[in-house]
């Protein structure tokens, strides 16, 4: 019984192996083109406190703010709303940041969650830029660490530099209240992302990442992926680019 098992688990490996083969060589021959940065008018404006329309900023201005947060959400209502008042709460105990303004970008179209943070960073103010989920499965506070991890990279090649949230240490846990099919997908994409992409980072999808002003202009620039897995090309614009990646350990949650 026991190797028949074994042999069956070995056949779905090696199926689920092949479909993300075939996935991956179909996404390969079809972005041929990278992804229109073009706005529509309405993205160019945010409302600000008296409703009125005002221009939004561009990353390629001055930075006038320490740290810009991009929070893409799409049917959030219930999660977001707890999600923002712990960022804020946070935000407003540390002298350095506040939160002066939440502004609100809607897109036109449903660009996926790469489009949207990539508008959201295009619009950014600050110094460093920090991609957060809606969710809050990333507790706010472990900015702190994405910071330390940023810094220890000193010093930066033309001040580019990438902090990333990791749930890696938290693998164990979770292969066990997963099913074995879910258990052999997430295998079978790590080995792809560290095959043919991203090399050295155990986990490139955690939403939860610090980003310095100049290496987020530099690659979302060159980002061609919109929706999921735009975080894999994203590290591997930054690895292409020799910018100094730190993968840092993050607490996380999973929220239904």
Not at 24 to 39: D, N, P, R, W, Y
Not at 92 to 120: C, F, H, P, W
Not at 166 to 183: C, G, M, N, P, V
Request: proline share 4%; glycine share 6%.
């Amino acid at each position: 019984m026991a190797p028949l098992l074994l042999q069956l688990m070995g056949l779905g490996a090696a199926l689920a192996a092949a479909a993300l083969i075939l996935i991956t060589i179909v996404a390969f021959i079809t972005a041929t083109k990278m992804s229109s940065l073009h706005q529509h008018e309405e993205e160019k404006f945010f409302l600000n406190a008296k409703g009125q329309k005002e221009t939004l900023p561009s990353i390629w201005d001055s930075p006038t703010k320490q740290l810009s947060v991009v929070v893409p959400s799409y049917n959030e209502e219930k999660r977001l709303p707890v999600m923002m008042d712990e960022a804020l709460g946070y935000l407003e105990k540390r002298q350095k940041y506040g939160s002066d303004k939440i502004r609100v970008i809607t897109l036109v179209k449903n660009r996926g969650k790469g489009g949207a943070v990539r508008m959201g960073v295009f619009s950014s103010r600050g110094e460093k830029i920090l991609m957060a989920d809606a969710d809050g499965a990333t507790k706010f506070p472990d900015v702190e660490k994405l910071e330390k991890g940023l810094n220890d990279l000193q010093p930066w090649p033309d001040q580019m530099a990438i902090a990333c949230g990791s749930r890696a240490h938290l693998e164990k846990e979770s292969i066990a209240q997963r099913s074995y099919f879910r258990t052999l997908l997430m295998y079978g994409f790590h080995f792809l992302v560290w095959f043919l992409c991203v090399k050295g980072i155990r986990d490139t999808q955690c939403g939860f990442k610090l980003l310095t002003r100049e290496a987020a202009s530099r690659t979302f620039s060159s980002l061609h992926i919109e929706r999921w897995a735009f975080d894999v090309e994203l590290l591997y614009i930054a690895q292409f680019f020799k910018i100094p990646i730190a993968e840092i350990a993050v607490n996380w949650t999973e929220i239904e």
